[in-house]
C-alpha cells in the first residue's frame, strides 16, 4: 500500500516534470511518455497544441501551457489552465509505473470526472476567469 502511494505522488512530479521540459525546451520527454500513448482531442481542429509538442511539430514559442491547478485521482492527473477570456485546456494523463500512457486533451470544453460506482463527481471545471463563457461540455467516466 506505501508503494502504490509513493508511485501516484511521483505521477504528479512527473507530470509537472513535462510541462516543465514543455515550456523551456530543454530536457527530453522520452522518458516520461510511454511510446504507444494513446491520445484522445476535443475542441477546435486548430488547437490540438500538446500534441504538436510532444510530436516535435511546435515548439515552446508557438504555444505556451502554464497549468493553474494540478489534481490527481487516482492513476491520473488532472491539469487545467487558461490565458484570459478565449482559451481554456484540460489535459487528463494516466500514469502507469510512473510513466504517462494515456492523454486526454480539452480545448475550450468544459469538463466533469464521475465515477460511474456509485455516481460521484470527483473534478469539475473550475476557472475563474471564464466562468460566463459558454463551452460543450462533456462527461468523463473513471
Known amino acids: 500500500m506505501e508503494a502504490t502511494k509513493v508511485i501516484l505522488a511521483d505521477n504528479i512530479t512527473t507530470v509537472r516534470r513535462l510541462y516543465q521540459v514543455i515550456s523551456s525546451g530543454a530536457g527530453e520527454i522520452s522518458g516520461l511518455i510511454a511510446e504507444d500513448l ?3 482531442f476535443h475542441g477546435p481542429q486548430n488547437c490540438h497544441h500538446m500534441m504538436k509538442m510532444l510530436t516535435g511539430k511546435s515548439s515552446a514559442s508557438d504555444f505556451k501551457f502554464e497549468p493553474r491547478s494540478m489534481d490527481r485521482i487516482d492513476d491520473r492527473i488532472i491539469v487545467e489552465g487558461w490565458e484570459g477570456a478565449q482559451v481554456y485546456w484540460v489535459h487528463v494523463w ?3 509505473e ?3 500512457t494515456q492523454f486526454r486533451e480539452y480545448f475550450n470544453t468544459w469538463l466533469t470526472v464521475r465515477d460511474l ?3 460521484t463527481t470527483l473534478w469539475q471545471s473550475h476557472p475563474r476567469d471564464l ?3 459558454s ?3 462533456l462527461m468523463l467516466a473513471i
Open 38 to 40: 494513446e491520445w484522445w
Open 94 to 96: 494516466t500514469l502507469k
Open 98 to 100: 510512473g510513466v504517462i
Open 117 to 119: 460506482s456509485p455516481l
Open 131 to 133: 466562468a460566463k463563457r
Open 135 to 137: 463551452f460543450p461540455g
